[in-house]
């Protein structure tokens, strides 16, 4: 499994854009970028997921630089209940479990 | 089917005593998996499931640790004896056979308290 790195804290005020970053530098070649997030009290839930191409979804949008070295989680439109934990996996899709980090725990402020 | 369920939500033990969580993944789903989260930190993978074969374990599951899948069905996480660093919340998901376009549907979990 990739090694992602992601930063501890961010912090959005409500209504911006949410740009989430993360390394995966020694992601391999059929390893997918998947995104998941944890509300407080919940279990993870999956957002997105990519291989080369930048990603859309009604929840999220992903961008995986060309070397595939990196990519940005963007929530739009932020709002208080995006206020959470994310996490940032690299992943086959095939191999046998996810392996998560520590994540990102955005707090989005009015 | 409206997702991966998790009973009980709360569990407060006292140290020695048994536990048993039970999960019920998503009918169509061939792989289960449990993760054991602390607080602060990121879910742990503990144990997973294809149908009922139980195909991997991690060694953060001791022999006090027992999973079950019989039937392929739904599954159950037995703790012996519980010490109080088993406290933590015990998450269950599942995920079709190649992980899907959704990859794995996480259940709400169940928090144990060991007392």
């Known amino acids: 499994d990739a090694k992602t790195t992601q930063p501890t804290s961010m912090d959005c005020a409500e209504g911006r854009a949410a740009n989430l970053p993360c390394n995966h530098s020694t992601i391999s070649g059929n390893e997918y970028v998947y995104w998941y997030r944890q509300i407080h009290s919940q279990g993870p839930q999956y957002i997105i997921h990519?291989?080369?191409n930048n990603e859309t979804n009604e929840m999220a949008s992903l961008i995986i630089t060309e070397d595939r070295k990196s990519s940005t989680l963007i929530l739009p439109h932020a709002t208080l209940r995006d206020t959470a934990v994310y996490y940032c996996i690299g992943y086959t899709g095939t191999a046998s479990k996810l392996t998560f980090g520590t994540g990102t725990r955005l707090q989005v402020t009015l | 089917d409206t997702g991966v369920s998790q009973d009980p939500r709360h569990k407060i033990t006292k140290r020695g005593q048994n536990v048993t969580f039970r999960c019920d993944p998503i009918?169509?789903?061939?792989?289960l998996y449990w993760y054991r989260q602390t607080l602060g930190q990121g879910p742990e993978f503990l144990t997973y499931f294809q149908n009922e074969a139980q195909l991997e374990k991690s060694r953060l599951l001791s022999d006090r640790f027992s999973a079950e899948r019989p039937k392929g069905s739904f599954s159950t996480l037995e703790i012996q004896r519980t010490e109080q660093g088993d406290s933590a919340m015990y998450l269950c998901?599942?995920?079709?056979?190649?992980?899907?376009?959704?990859?794995?549907?996480f259940g709400s979990g169940t928090r144990l308290t060991v007392v």
């Open positions: 990519g291989l080369k």
């Open positions: 998901a599942s995920s079709p056979r190649r992980g899907g376009e959704g990859g794995y549907t």
């Open positions: 009918s169509e789903h061939n792989r």
